[in-house]
């Protein structure tokens, strides 16, 4: 079992950037895929990015291309999303998930496990 915490959430202004991270702890997390997930308020959770586990397939939603790029480092357990160019529609809690030795995917179903979230406002 692996265990994923999020950090880097926060309050910025439209254009500005943040970055988030999931550190992850209890197994070997490069045998891990990982993505990045959002929910909005009324709204279901959605896809946003993700990586495999060697970072050799990577991709995001198209309402975050050429914005947002997700990257990982091994060595230190940790997956991020860098998030430039922030719009208002970018506010909700964004999660973290992770599944062992398969290929990274864009459902939540096919996630084993889930942080507790980061909440991410963008005033306009």
């Known amino acids: 079992q692996v265990q994923l915490v999020e950090s880097g959430g926060g309050l910025v202004q439209a254009g500005g950037s943040l970055r988030l991270s999931c550190a992850a702890s209890g197994r070997t997390f490069s045998n891990y895929a990982a993505g990045w997930f959002r929910q909005a308020p009324g709204n279901e959770r959605e896809f946003v990015a993700a990586i495999g586990e060697n970072s050799a397939y990577r991709y995001v939603a198209d309402s975050v291309k050429g914005r947002f790029t997700i990257s990982r480092d091994n060595a230190k357990n940790t997956v991020y999303l860098q998030m430039n160019s922030l719009k208002p529609e970018d506010t909700a809690v964004y999660y973290c998930?992770?599944?062992?030795?398969?290929?990274?995917?864009?459902?939540?179903?096919?996630?084993?496990?889930w942080g507790q979230g980061t909440q991410v406002t963008v005033s306009s």
């Open positions: 998930a992770a599944r062992p030795l398969r290929s990274p995917s864009g459902q939540t179903s096919d996630y084993d496990y």
